[in-house]
């Protein structure tokens, strides 16, 4: 079933720009969390977020989450052409995180033209 | 530090043919361990999850299979494959409920 939802699928900036990609899922959340993915190449864990948080940072990264609206944001400030990637957020939830399971969206592919 | 292993890299297989996907991780013990499926330019499908020797969840009925019969081997399985399960195999693990998963390379299957 999908749970998160990117927006927008794609995005193209300028480097040194900001970029922001949004996230809005559909069951209670514990955790949500941001992966980058290069093409053709495994996924890296960016950031992760808690239900009981609202707004979290790390280097360029900036995240938040407001669980009244179900939704997510990510900042990626003053871009790079190395930030060139697909984006995708993931949500683990009560009702389905026995293992730790973790839903993801169809992700935002972000160019970032130098 | 721990690292995540998956081969091969890329697979050419004909339709109807066995599939054996492995993954092995290192420097961790008892892991949760998930294999996703990415079809092209889309988001990942868990396939399956396993926390813990012997003990697989499927998530989506079909022709695959996963055994774990060692606590950092992970193995995903066909005894005949269909062109639909094409796609990009990934491999990840966990230390356990609400952490991070650090994912493998992946393995890229075409069935032809």
């Known amino acids: 079933s999908q749970q998160g939802e990117e927006d927008p699928q794609a995005l193209s900036i300028q480097e040194g720009e900001n970029a922001t990609m949004n996230c809005s899922y559909k069951?209670?959340?514990?955790?949500l969390q941001w992966y980058r993915q290069n093409s053709g190449r495994g996924l890296v864990h960016l950031i992760l977020?808690?239900?009981?948080?609202r707004e979290k940072h790390s280097g360029r990264l900036r995240v938040t989450l407001d669980t009244s609206k179900k939704s997510s944001s990510l900042l990626i400030t003053a871009s790079r052409a190395a930030d060139t990637a697909s984006y995708f957020c993931?949500?683990?939830?009560?009702?389905?995180?026995?293992?730790?399971?973790?839903?993801f969206g169809q992700g935002t592919e972000l160019s970032v033209k130098p | 530090s721990q690292t995540i292993h998956q081969w091969p890299a890329t697979l050419v297989q004909p339709v109807g043919s066995p599939l054996s996907l492995e993954c092995t991780v290192e420097?961790?013990?008892?892991?949760?361990l998930y294999w996703y499926r990415q079809a092209a330019g889309r988001g990942l499908q868990l396939l399956f999850y396993?926390?813990?020797?012997?003990?697989i969840s499927s998530e989506v009925p079909q022709n695959l299979s996963a055994s774990r019969p060692q606590d950092r081997q992970f193995i995903l399985s066909s005894k005949k494959l269909l062109l639909s399960d094409s796609g990009f195999y990934l491999c990840?693990?966990?230390?356990?409920?609400?952490?991070?998963?650090?994912f493998g390379p992946g393995t890229r299957l075409t069935v032809t």
């Open positions: 977020i808690r239900s009981n948080e």
């Open positions: 396993s926390v813990g020797i012997g003990q």
């Open positions: 993931a949500t683990g939830s009560p009702t389905y995180n026995q293992g730790g399971k973790l839903i």
């Open positions: 420097g961790t013990s008892n892991p949760n």
């Open positions: 069951t209670s959340i514990n955790n």
């Open positions: 990840a693990w966990a230390t356990g409920e609400l952490h991070e998963q650090y």
